[in-house]
């Protein structure tokens, strides 16, 4: 039963805090006062953990004792719940256990625990308000209306820097930008002050505009200020811009339309003691510019500044241009050399772009101003498309280069429609996200491709495939609605354990690929084996696709209902890899790695013998234990890496899945972007269920296309293509093209996006990724797991690989920010220079095409095998050879065959 339905909206008392009250019996040990603190320490993780509670009280009157309470999940089994190391501590110290009584009331409890009890069972519990000085704004849903003050109420009691809860009330409509709002809570005042950045301003809410949130982006803009300039800020509200460039030594000229603004604005320049750096105004934008400017403001052609000004032959525009200047202003007739134009109100600030046209021509031969403009993107828009709107409300293609700059960046829509109620994640939690899988990811290559050469292929194949099995399944558990750690924060720990085996899975995969093939297919062998991602990526998608389906009617009653849809999915992923673990604990070890590196012949026969007849030998134990065995060691390494040939075939193999991660993980981060842009995926409100339903639809749409039409016979030609035109020559020239397409794209960009041409754009997306896989995305996949030799193969290989992803941080991260910057034209731009890195790196690899894997590893001698174990080897594999060529059978021969 909700408080608020019993007592009604606005009845003096809300709820009864009494009823909160309850008491605790909990056990406590009587300490020394003077050991205090090692008491706590020892006994950590079992005290009374609870908010605004503390763990050590007085003992009575006794100064010389206290007691340290236990937790009540020790219930009544006392020191017999601690671990044996704490308990036998405790005895010998003799510490007495003895009974207490804790009260537990209103003021100990969190407005989360307050409003969890208060609230009906099911309600969603508000758990995030703006701060504005000394008051709360929050935005309540409508299931939370008829509790609202029951609501403003306990975030009022449980914040003591509030005094005022505010509620928006409907949507902005009005000119000036400022919402209507109720009280919930507290006093009705609400004049306030806030500080950023060293400046203080005043205002009132229910009058002015204000976003505390936008304080990231003020200080943005502020920094790209010099001293000296001059800064005009069209819609200056209150001041967040105006003052703080004021106060860095800028000459700023700040407007705002809204008189109320206008006169928080003139308090706040004394305030901060800036009068003698801004002038404020208050007047229409579009007329505020063309004042600035030297322009009439009836739009008439203006003046030549250039020309002299002969007095009393300004007439009825001069007039105009000047009405309305506050005494004492020091804006010339002929306008001001401005530097930058602020203009900060995106509803509709692109439309006051007009008032520049022709405004500027006076300053022909001087430097141009920049223009900040904020606008909203209208849902799919990309960054051309917002690029044409100003150039449609400038009237005339923009010239001088210009960027946009977006706060957010679009991740995971269905967990954002779910848990942010809105179309995008926002940007620290989107980071994370992406950053747990890609950082377990780089951790699991280099160390499970260490103990790989160390232990042995086998087992820690098996523990690879555990991890992801435990980490896909975590994370589709993930926790939503607990205290402590949100929904985000144990997905993330989930996806960077799924990372870790996803990871190891890299070069282990390769490695038993590799020595499990011979010459004339190995490189088949490993393209189909890494094809296979391409086809699980495949297969994801279409049960995100089918799953959307079967939803769809719960969908659109409710969005949260995705919430099914995306656990279910990756919940599904874990059936595949389960049935996996019995294929890999039937297979045996590797036959050269029990030769070469645990020097076991008579073992790697009978698990080959096992192997070619469907079985699994009972005599392998996993990891030999063999004192002849020669394992990798740290020194041995060092050794290895410092010959020119393998440092040099390292550099390459590591270099090369570098550089071919940067563009392909970049686009594939802004592939929805893309989509989006060429109108394929429809914009999407949270409010409306159809446009979210049709928003995941086309998503899994749009990626099904790119991976049937692209991906995949970019993989199928690799596997067919392989052997015959060699890797080396693979890579370099899809190297080549990749880079053939990036300078098309970026030097097309705003005409392949206009919307004649928004499918040749996503033609040559998909042509793109074609080629990334057939080619570096493929064989950097594939050189790593040849060049090497066994001892150290997997190691080399997890080392390329962690390159890779360090590649993928680079492209999901590094030009992330490039495009937020400069946009995604410069962004493709600057993914030439990788691809052209590329080709020149590929030549430092040995071809190891139609090679033996221990020539082109370097031979015996690179490979260190120059002793019995790999004279036995090498007669193997010619022995092997001469089976071939009579009758390619090996089933009558039970040795080796490499």
């Known amino acids: 039963m909700a408080a608020g339905e019993q007592h009604g909206v606005g009845s003096a008392s809300l709820f009864d805090r009494e009823a909160f009250r309850e008491v605790l019996h909990v056990q406590a040990l009587r300490i020394p006062t003077r050991d205090c603190q090692r008491f706590m320490r020892l006994m950590t993780g079992y005290t009374l953990d609870r908010p605004k509670l503390r763990c050590v009280v007085s003992d009575g009157d006794s100064a010389d004792t206290r007691l340290l309470l236990l937790s009540e999940q020790l219930g009544t089994e006392g020191l017999g719940a601690l671990d044996e190391a704490r308990r036998a501590l405790v005895e010998e110290a003799g510490l007495q256990v003895v009974h207490h ?34 008051i709360a704004h929050v935005n309540l849903r409508d299931e939370l209306l008829p509790h609202k003050r029951l609501v403003g109420q306990v975030l009022l009691d449980k914040n003591p820097a509030i005094r005022t809860v505010v509620n928006k009330v409907g949507t902005i409509e009005n000119e000036y930008r400022v919402f209507a709002m109720e009280v919930l809570a507290g006093s009705p005042c609400l004049e306030t002050e806030v500080s950023q950045h060293g400046a203080r301003f005043r205002l009132n809410f229910a009058e002015v505009y ?71 105004f208050c007047m229409d934008g579009r007329q505020f510019v063309r004042l600035v400017c030297g322009a009439p403001l009836d739009g008439s052609p203006p003046a030549d500044v250039q020309q002299p ?234 049960v995100c696709w089918a799953l959307t389906a079967i939803f769809k009617e719960a969908i659109l009653q409710d969005v949260r209902s995705l919430d099914y849809v995306w656990r279910i999915a990756l919940g599904i992923g874990c059936i595949p890899a389960t049935f996996t673990l019995w294929l890999r604990l039937k297979l045996p070890e590797s036959p050269r790695y029990s030769i070469q590196v ?53 550099a390459g193999t590591a270099a090369c899945w570098l550089l071919v991660d940067i563009p392909y993980y970049t686009l594939s981060s802004y592939l929805p972007k893309v989509l989006s842009a060429m109108r394929f995926i429809p914009p999407a409100s949270v409010a409306n269920p159809e ?77 793109l990724f074609f080629f990334c896989n057939w080619g570096p995305n493929a064989t950097t ?40 910057k400069l946009g ?14 590329g080709i020149l790196f590929t030549p430092l690899i040995p071809e190891p095409c139609g090679l033996s894997l221990e020539d082109a590893a370097g031979g015996a001698e690179n490979s260190g095998l120059e002793d019995d174990a790999y004279a036995a080897a090498e007669a193997a594999r010619h022995a092997g050879r001469r089976r071939d060529a009579s009758n390619g059978s090996v089933e009558r021969h039970p040795q080796v065959r490499l």
């Open 824 to 837: 995604l034209q410069a962004m493709l731009a600057i993914l030439i220079v990788p691809s052209v890195l």
């Open 210 to 280: 204000w976003n505390s949130r936008l304080e990231s982006e003020h200080k943005r803009l502020v920094d790209e200020f010099r001293p000296g300039q001059v800064v005009v800020d069209v819609m200056a509200g209150i001041g967040p811009f105006a003052i703080p460039a004021a106060k860095k030594g800028c000459m700023v000229y700040a407007n705002d339309l809204n008189p109320r603004s206008h006169h928080w604005l003139v308090r706040n320049i004394a305030l901060n003691r800036v009068a003698s750096r801004v002038q404020p």
């Open 781 to 820: 996949f594939i050189l790593p797991a040849e060049v090497f030799p066994t001892k150290f193969r997997a190691t080399c290989h997890g080392i390329s690989a962690a390159a890779g992803k360090i590649g993928a941080v680079i492209g999901a991260f590094g030009y992330g920010s490039l495009n937020i």
């Open 691 to 767: 446009e979210v339903y049709a928003n995941v639809w086309y998503t899994c749409l749009g990626s099904f296309v790119v991976i049937g039409c692209g991906l995949l016979p970019g993989y199928f030609v690799t596997i067919a293509t392989v052997e015959r035109l060699g890797r080396r020559t693979i890579q370099a020239g899809s190297f080549a093209v990749i880079t053939l397409l990036l300078v098309v794209l970026a030097a097309a960009y705003a005409p392949l996006l206009s919307t004649p041409h928004a499918s040749a754009f996503i033609v040559l997306i998909v042509v």
């Open 309 to 542: 000004c002969v007095a009393g032959q300004q007439g009825a525009a001069g007039s105009r241009t000047r009405q309305g200047l506050p005494e004492g202003s020091s804006i010339p007739p002929g306008g001001l050399r401005a530097d930058h134009f602020v203009m900060n109100l995106p509803a509709s600030g692109v439309e006051f772009l007009d008032a520049f046209r022709g405004a500027l021509r006076g300053r022909r031969g001087a430097p141009l101003p920049m223009v900040h403009c904020y606008t909203f993107a209208r849902g799919c828009e990309s960054d051309a498309d917002v690029l044409l709107r100003l150039e449609a409300a400038l009237g005339g293609p923009l010239e001088a280069p210009a960027r946009v700059t977006t706060v957010c960046s679009v991740l995971g829509p269905m967990m954002a429609f779910v848990y942010y109620r809105e179309a995008e994640i926002p940007e620290p939690d989107a980071l994370w996200v992406t950053g747990s899988a890609l950082a377990g990811a780089v951790l699991g290559q280099l160390l499970f491709g260490y103990l790989a050469d160390w232990y042995g292929r086998k087992p820690v194949y098996l523990h690879t495939l555990l991890l992801l099995i435990v980490g896909t399944f975590g994370a589709a558990q993930s926790g939503s609605h607990v205290i402590g750690m949100n929904f985000v924060s144990w997905f993330c720990v989930w996806r960077f354990v799924q990372g870790l085996g996803l990871g190891g899975d890299y070069p282990i995969v390769a490695s038993i690929t590799a020595e499990y093939s011979t010459r004339r297919v190995r490189g088949r062998m490993l393209a189909t084996v890494f094809s296979a991602q391409g086809l699980g990526t495949l297969a994801a998608t279409l």
């Open 598 to 650: 645990n020097r076991n012949l008579p073992l790697a026969a009978a698990n080959m013998q096992a192997l070619m007849g469907g079985g699994y030998t009972k005599d392998d134990p996993g990891y030999d234990h063999s004192p002849a065995a020669d394992r990798i060691s740290l020194a041995a390494f060092r050794r290895f890496a410092r010959r020119p040939r393998n440092f040099v075939a390292l």
């Open 101 to 134: 009584d804790v009260t537990v009331a209103y003021p100990h409890l969190t407005a989360d625990q307050v409003l969890r009890r208060l609230l009906p069972r099911g309600t969603e519990v508000p758990c995030a308000f703006e701060t504005v000085g000394h």
